[in-house]
């Protein structure tokens, strides 16, 4: 993940935080993360529920290359090809106020057998 911060200039200075692709493969206990798109929705601002800290929440997907074939059983079955596919549960990253990244996933770590739910592509905060 790059932020951009703005210079006195007019200019944006690019800060590498952190790489998700690495996070996600540790969450995923080594499975290899060949790429990752996230941030393609907004940042959803939102209240950590253990400490009440701001953090924002962004949706992601995980590629995992057909390489990591013991991990094929946690891809998207429809999705699959000769180079891989896409890991079947739905991935998200909250970020703090002090630039770290922590990765969870809706309802729990995906589970061979459960629906594949991919991604999240819209927040919204529960009236």
């Not at 106020?97 to 309802?107: D, N, Y």
């Not at 739910?117 to 819209?122: A, D, E, G, N």
Request: glycine share 12%.
């Amino acid at each position: 993940m790059i932020r951009l911060d703005p210079q006195p200039d007019g200019r944006y200075e690019r800060v590498q935080e952190v790489c998700l692709a690495k996070q996600i493969s540790e969450y995923l206990g080594g499975a290899p993360v060949g790429f990752v798109l996230g941030a393609y929705n907004t940042f959803l601002p939102l209240r950590d529920t253990e400490n009440g800290e701001r953090v924002y929440a962004i949706g992601m997907e995980a590629f995992i290359p057909a390489t990591g074939k013991r991990w094929l059983p946690l891809t998207v079955q429809n999705q699959r090809s000769s180079k891989g596919s896409f890991y079947a549960g739905a991935l998200y990253a909250l970020r703090d106020a002090q630039g770290h990244w922590r990765v969870g996933e809706v309802g729990g770590k995906f589970q061979p057998g459960q629906r594949a739910l991919v991604s999240i592509y819209t927040f919204s905060l529960s009236p």
